[in-house]
Structures are given as C-alpha cells and as structure tokens.
C-alpha cells in the first residue's frame, strides 16, 4: 500500500508580515534555513516514502504559481488549486477522494508545508510507525508534540492507554482532542504529562477518513461525491468550495472519532506561527536576543528579535522585549507581547489606505 504525501500549503501567513504578503506567503519564505518551508517540508516527506511517490500539494490560486515555480525543477508534485479557502476539512476530503481515485486505498501523510521539524531520521521513523498503525487498525493517527510550554495557541490530545510501540516512538490511545484551552488549564496539562500538543499532522487510509467523514460529516460526504463525478474538474472544484462550509478537520472529525492514536517521536517540532517562532529555531545570545540577517548590528537589546532581510544597515541599541523586521520596503517594530494582535493591525493599516502590495 503506497503513502502519499498530502501538503496542505494554503494560507498567507499574516503573523509574518512584513516579510510574507499574498503574493509571498510563510510557505514561501526562508525563515528557517536557506531553503522555502515548502522546499524542507517536501525533502522531509519524500524520505518517508518509497521513490517515485508523487506529492499531492492543496493550495491557493494565489500560491499556486509561486510553488509550482519553486517545486517544479526539484520535485515532481500534483497539485489540486482551491478557489477559495475553505479551512482543512475539505481540503482533507477532496484529496482523500482525489488520492482514492489515482492510486486506490492509498496511506494519506497529512503534513503542512510550514512547520520546521528535526532531526529528519526521527521524523521519518515516526512517520513509519504511524503508517503501520493506520494500515493494520484503520486508525487516525495523529503526531502528538510534549509541551514545553503552557501554550494556548495549540490543540491539546488527552491520551488514554499505551499501545505496542517502537523505540524512539511512543504510541498511545486518544481519550479526546481539547481545542486551545486557557493559560491556567495548560499549565495543569503540561504539569499532568498526560496531554500532547496537536501538531495538525495526520496519518490515515483514504477510505477511512472518508468514513469518518460520511459518519460525522454527511453533508461534506455528500459535496464529495459529487466533486469525484465531476472527475475533479475546474467546474467541479468551483461548485464544491462554493457549497461547503468552512470547518477544520480538528473541530469536523477528530473531536468526534472513537477510532484515533497518537504517535509522539523524539524529533523537534514548531509551527512557525509567528515572530516568535524565531526564538525557538534561532540560537539566541546571553541576553536572549534572536538576529537573523546581514548588515546587523545590536548593542544591550534583550529578550528580542531582529530580522534583516533588506540592504539596508540596522542597528538594535538598548531594545527590550521587540520584535523589529526591516524588508526592502516595509519596516515592523513590536512589542513581542502584542505579536498576538499583529493581524488586526496590519487591518488597520489596509484602512489607511497603505499600498496593496504591502500585503
């Protein structure tokens, strides 16, 4: 049974403005290496599985060339193009759909295309043990993180029993998904040890989560159906993302499954949801301040982030708690604290009347 890696690489990634616009969302930017997020994501999946595997990529119109442009010289992908966002639930049903109908009841490696993750090898062998697990238990199986905060941004798993595992890699039974609980009640998670984060990546058989889908998700079933009769045509695509509802799959299924597992593996793993992020990929100095980029030069600036990826030169002096990124055409300054509220600023600033292309 083949496994197929399915990227989902739609979203602008506001959270790193000025750097990403529309045009250059965070899949796109080098925030962790040399090399896109895309580029890493795709050369992480293709060793989890056999050679010759195509990776099927979910994106936007907006994206879609920019990736294709990146990608295509390196890896052959297929690619399904969403007129219009409609979160992960059915982005996940049309390529279980799609994928079922190429390569019959195909593994689905359900990854995002902007999550930085290492080492590799633990990565890869944790994918392994997942995709075993999937094919003899028909099981979701989701990649479950050990907190190292009491971080409210992320999904939390409550985990039930142990079951058979692997060295490197633990896999439990899921009692139940709890979605961005308060600062207070993830503190007692992450002091429990019996809770992981959701790290939103998956491993299942195209035919179940079809399944489950047609259990807790009949409607979106039903608009499935109909789009695999289309043969997934451009009309069939456009009637479909404009018929279904805007769920998640966190919130549509996996809250609601009786049939999940979770695998936890040794290998580091960050969303890269935001500046901060930085902080956790980067090294930082004994003030714990992150720089990335050239022509930087910073004196007494604590606990902060500098990002330089224009010409010009920077200088950070006695900054404390900030948050400054310097583009070619745009310059942030923040509190890190305020990082949280950096969308709805970047909506006031499109009320001022700034350039489009800022964004």
Known sequence: MKTIPFVLAGGKGERFWPLSRSSIPKQMLSLTSKKTMIEETLERVK??????????????????????????????????????????????????????????????????????????????????????????????????????????????IHLGKNLPSSPGVTCYAVERFVEKPAISVARRYMASGKYLWNSGMFVWKASVILEEISRHMPKLHEQIVKLEKSGFSRHGLETFYKTCDKES????????????????????????????????????NRAGTVAVGGSLFERGTKDSIIYNSSNLAVAAVGLDTT?????????????????????????????????KELF
Not at 255 to 279: H, P, Q
Not at 327 to 339: F, G, K, N, Q
């Open 249 to 284: 799959i966190d919130y549509g299924i996996m809250e609601k499954s009786s049939r999940i597992a979770a695998v936890c593996g040794t290998f580091f793993w960050d969303d890269i949801g935001s500046w901060d992020s930085m902080a956790r990929v980067h090294p930082k």
């Open 47 to 156: 060793k989890a599985c056999r050679p010759g595997v195509r990776p099927l990529i979910i994106t936007g119109r907006d994206c879609a060339r920019g990736i294709r442009r990146v990608l295509d010289s390196q890896c052959a992908c297929d690619y399904i193009v969403e007129p219009v966002g409609k979160n992960t639930a059915p982005a996940v049903g049309c390529a279980a759909a799609w994928i079922r109908k190429k390569y019959g009841d195909a593994v689905m490696l359900v990854v995002s295309a902007d999550h930085a993750i290492s080492p590799v090898g633990s990565y890869v062998k944790a994918v392994r043990v997942a995709v075993a697990r999937a094919q003899a238990t028909d099981s979701l199986v989701v990649f479950g993180i050990r907190p190292t905060r009491p971080d409210v941004g992320y999904g939390y």
């Open 323 to 355: 948050v400054l990124v310097v583009t070619p055409d745009a310059v942030l300054a923040i509190a890190r604290p305020l990082l949280p509220d950096l969308k709805k600023y970047i909506a006031l600033m499109k009320e001022k009347k700034f350039p």
